[in-house]
């Protein structure tokens, strides 16, 4: 899962893969806006079939690749070791 997140990211971005860390912090960095923020939003819908709510908008919840994965994982109740 975040293997594929973090392509995802890279290709958005034009950012190279291997730049992307899980525990980079996409936002911070530059790597992504708010208009990535749509389209990752949009890619784990359709990935993953997870909806997001507007309250979950949040950096612990989309800060970085670790933080995203967590997040699918607690929305389709995967639990999985770091």
Request: no cysteine; proline share 0%.
């Amino acid at each position: 899962m975040r293997e594929d997140i973090r392509k995802f990211i890279a290709e958005t971005s034009f950012t190279n893969l291997s730049d992307i860390k899980d525990e980079t912090l996409i936002f911070d960095e530059g790597i992504f806006d708010s208009m990535g923020l749509l389209g990752l939003i949009n890619f784990l819908e359709s990935e993953f079939n997870v909806v997001t709510e507007d309250t979950e908008l949040q950096e612990e919840n989309f800060g970085s690749v670790k933080r995203i994965a967590a997040f699918v994982q607690k929305k389709i109740g995967v639990v999985v070791a770091d």
